[in-house]
Nanobody
Framework: QVPVVESGGGLVQPGGSLRLSCAASGSILFSINDMGWYRQAPGKERELVAA???????NYVDSVKGRFSISTDNAKNTVYLQMNSLKPEDTAVYYC??????????WGQGTQVTVSS
């Protein structure tokens, strides 16, 4: 069973916004896990774009700073990625997963984000 399910992607014009959601399945609790949003563009390696600790501390890759915001809703056991001022270079499949020295959970299907006019 895949522990997380990503949603919220789509086709958006440059400058537009999307909010991605990551829902947990089974017994996974995001409140006790540091979490991250990753993306993988065609022909490129998967990269971490945003992370949040259980204490709420956030970190972003330079290319999305000031445009993306990661947050968690522990009551809904969901992690969000608000993406504003989207650029064509943000086009990728986006995934969420934990940040842990024990390694990653099994990867979900991800959600496709396409930024194009």
């Amino acid at each position: 069973q895949v522990p997380v399910v990503e949603s919220g992607g789509g086709l958006v014009q440059p400058g537009g916004s999307l909010r991605l959601s990551c829902a947990a399945s089974g017994s996974i609790l995001f409140s006790i896990n540091d979490m991250g949003w990753y993306r993988q563009a065609p022909g490129k390696e998967r990269e971490l774009v945003a992370a949040i600790t259980t204490a709420g501390r956030t970190n972003y890759v330079d290319s999305v700073k000031g445009r993306f915001s990661i947050s968690t809703d522990n009551a809904k056991n969901t992690v969000y990625l608000q993406m504003n001022s989207l650029k064509p270079e943000d086009t990728a499949v986006y995934y969420c997963n934990r940040q842990s020295p024990r390694g990653f959970w099994a990867w979900g299907q991800g959600t496709q984000v396409t930024v194009s006019s």
